[in-house]
């Protein structure tokens, strides 16, 4: 089994991205936006508690999204491979995958971690505001919220990983298609040298 992370602040393609590599290397997609998303669609309790944070652009309580996390694992036993997309975010959501992964017998593979500059990261949102009926993409205040809470609590995700030495850092500014070649060959280069371990 090979799980990818999938890692980057808001807006830096991590959606876009995702629907390739899970259609390439055949991985199940678990993004915690959509999911959550899902939840808020349904008006299930988990959705409207979600809902304030989200449209704030503030993190939803850690103990909600691992707790999705824990049950789409239980739901697909026999994936080939997990596609996570922004999640964890939060040094606390890292701790709480490493155990669920061991508790299922495998790891973290690598973590892919996109670099977008911050004008760019607002363009973006900004522009998908326009189509996405997302509340947290028409506000520019509320865009630059969640680039705050990417950096005071998403970052110490990468610097967790760091020190297991996962991260391959990968430039998110470019045509999607060339992002993707680099995503593809970071993830090619860590299988091999995994073959020949
Ligand atoms: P998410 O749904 O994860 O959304 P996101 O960070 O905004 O990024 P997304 O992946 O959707 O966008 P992408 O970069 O692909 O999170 C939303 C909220 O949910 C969070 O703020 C939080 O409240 C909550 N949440 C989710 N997970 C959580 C967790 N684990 N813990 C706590 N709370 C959680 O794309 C953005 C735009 O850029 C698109 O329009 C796209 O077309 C465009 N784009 C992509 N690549 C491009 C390129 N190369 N060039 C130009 N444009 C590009």
């Not at 090979?2 to 602040?9: A, K, R, S, V």
């Not at 694992?73 to 061991?102: M, V, Y």
């Not at 363009?123 to 205040?141: F, H, I, Y």
């Amino acid at each position: 089994m090979f799980n990818i992370i999938l890692f980057g602040p808001p807006g830096s393609g991590k959606g876009t991205q995702s629907e390739k590599l899970m259609q390439k290397y055949g991985l199940k997609h678990l993004s915690t936006g959509d999911l959550l998303r899902n939840e808020i669609a349904a008006k299930t309790p988990l959705g409207m508690e979600a809902k304030s944070f989200m449209d704030n652009g503030i993190l939803v309580p850690d103990e909600v999204v691992t707790g999705m996390i824990s049950s789409a694992l239980e739901a697909n036993p026999n994936a080939s491979g997990f596609l996570f997309d922004g999640f964890p975010r939060t040094q606390a959501q890292a701790e709480a995958l490493d155990k669920l992964l061991a508790l299922h017998k495998t790891e973290i593979g690598i973590v892919l971690a996109l670099e977008v500059g911050e004008d760019e990261l607002v363009s973006r949102l900004l522009n998908r505001g326009l189509t996405s009926g997302r509340a947290d993409d028409v506000n520019e205040l509320v865009i630059r919220e969640r680039i705050i809470e990417y950096h005071k609590k998403t970052m110490a995700v990468a610097e967790h990983y760091q020190m297991l030495d996962k991260v391959v850092y990968v430039k998110g500014e470019g045509t999607v298609e060339d992002i993707f070649s680099a995503l593809c060959a970071a993830i090619d280069e860590k299988n091999e040298i995994a073959d020949f371990a």
